[in-house]
């Protein structure tokens, strides 16, 4: 194997990404590189590393055992080089670097999870931080988290990811919703009783879909989605019930067009965590932004 000089980490860039996007075809979009030039690249690491790195073709992109190696170590590899930066920055009374940070979505209307209020807090003038921010369901960023693809994620997790730290920060209320137009929505909650909610299209959250049945005793899902949004969309167009946090619902519920369902009865609260990997628990900037968080 040849020695690996500066142009590599480069070129392990374009392999994590081609990795990351599952095949070309994405990586092409994230790159805004043509086929052929990711091809070259990926034939050029391949050479340096004196193996072949994956199996592709039209319709199949796999690692090998070699590429699988380097894809883990070269994750490793840039966690070591982003924490090279922080130190160095560090000792000279500044944060720099990039953090990698993901969130569930339908939060942005919560004073407490809402992350912009955080960002407002922790971006100081002695603060040099490149925000790489991205949105997924609790299951993938608690899976990024621990693979080291994510420094810090927040949601409602498992709290089961090994090596990871789970920090409490609020518990947010769910409600049961319909729109207008939905036969429930007129209907007083005395005389809404579980036949009728049995009856109703139900619309789930896809990484929850028992959780939500149970939660109601419903038989059947009608709908699914990932993202609070399409929830939203979902119960506003006036045919299916489902749970929304009550500070994104309150916007419709306060016009008219959505109202909450026997809140006594099917209201809940998740508990939302800040999580990061015990190991990057020292970071400079992990501290800051759970400083960030909770001040």
Same mark, same amino acid.
């Given at each position: 194997?040849?020695?690996?000089?500066?142009?590599?980490?480069?070129?392990?860039?374009?392999?994590?990404?081609?990795?990351?996007?599952?095949?070309?075809?994405?990586?092409?979009?994230?790159?805004?590189?043509?086929?052929?030039?990711?091809?070259?690249?990926?034939?050029?690491?391949?050479?340096?590393?004196?193996?072949?790195?994956?199996?592709?073709?039209?319709?199949?992109?796999?690692?090998?055992?070699?590429?699988?190696?380097?894809?883990?170590?070269?994750?490793?590899?840039?966690?070591?080089?982003?924490?090279?930066?922080?130190?160095?920055?560090?000792?000279?009374?500044?944060?720099?670097?990039?953090?990698?940070?993901?969130?569930?979505?339908?939060?942005?209307?919560?004073?407490?999870?809402?992350?912009?209020?955080?960002? !407002?807090?922790?971006? @100081?003038?002695?603060?040099?931080?490149?925000?790489?921010?991205?949105?997924?369901?609790?299951?993938?960023?608690?899976?990024?988290?621990?693979?080291?693809?994510?420094?810090?994620?927040?949601?409602?997790?498992?709290?089961?990811?090994?090596?990871?730290?789970?920090?409490?920060?609020?518990?947010?209320?769910?409600?049961?919703?319909?729109?207008?137009?939905?036969?429930?929505?007129?209907?007083?909650?005395?005389?809404?009783?579980?036949?009728?909610?049995?009856?109703?299209?139900?619309?789930?959250?896809?990484?929850?879909?028992?959780?939500?049945?149970?939660?109601?005793?419903?038989?059947?899902?009608?709908?699914?989605?990932? @993202?609070?949004?399409?929830?939203?969309?979902?119960?506003?167009?006036?045919?299916?019930?489902?749970?929304?946090?009550?500070?994104?619902?309150?916007?419709?519920? !306060?016009?008219?067009?959505?109202?909450?369902?026997?809140?006594?009865?099917?209201?809940?609260?998740?508990?939302?965590?800040?999580?990061?990997?015990?190991?990057?628990?020292?970071?400079?900037?992990?501290?800051?932004?759970?400083?960030?968080?909770?001040?």
């Amino acid at each position: 194997m040849r020695r690996l000089d500066n142009i590599d980490l480069r070129l392990l860039r374009v392999f994590m990404t081609l990795v990351d996007a599952g095949g070309f075809a994405g990586a092409q979009i994230a790159l805004n590189l043509s086929q052929s030039t990711l091809s070259t690249h990926l034939a050029d690491l391949e050479k340096r590393l004196g193996g072949q790195l994956c199996i592709r073709g039209r319709k199949a992109f796999r690692l090998t055992d070699l590429g699988q190696a380097t894809y883990e170590a070269a994750t490793r590899l840039f966690i070591d080089v982003e924490n090279f930066g922080h130190r160095v920055a560090a000792a000279n009374g500044r944060l720099t670097g990039r953090l990698r940070l993901g969130i569930v979505d339908g939060v942005i209307t919560s004073r407490e999870l809402g992350l912009q209020h955080t960002l !407002n807090r922790l971006m @100081q003038p002695d603060i040099d931080v490149v925000i790489d921010l991205t949105q997924a369901t609790p299951l993938e960023l608690e899976k990024a988290v621990a693979e080291g693809r994510r420094d810090a994620v927040i949601g409602p997790f498992s709290q089961q990811a090994p090596g990871i730290v789970y920090r409490s920060l609020y518990r947010e209320l769910n409600e049961l919703y319909c729109g207008k137009g939905h036969p429930l929505f007129d209907r007083p909650d005395r005389l809404i009783d579980q036949s009728d909610i049995e009856r109703a299209n139900l619309s789930v959250r896809a990484y929850r879909q028992l959780d939500d049945l149970y939660r109601i005793g419903h038989s059947k899902v009608s709908a699914s989605v990932h @993202q609070m949004e399409a929830q939203a969309m979902l119960i506003l167009s006036g045919h299916y019930i489902g749970f929304l946090p009550k500070h994104m619902a309150e916007i419709w519920s !306060n016009a008219g067009q959505m109202r909450a369902i026997k809140p006594g009865r099917f209201g809940f609260h998740s508990q939302h965590f800040l999580a990061f990997r015990q190991s990057e628990a020292d970071r400079p900037i992990i501290r800051a932004l759970l400083a960030a968080l909770v001040s």
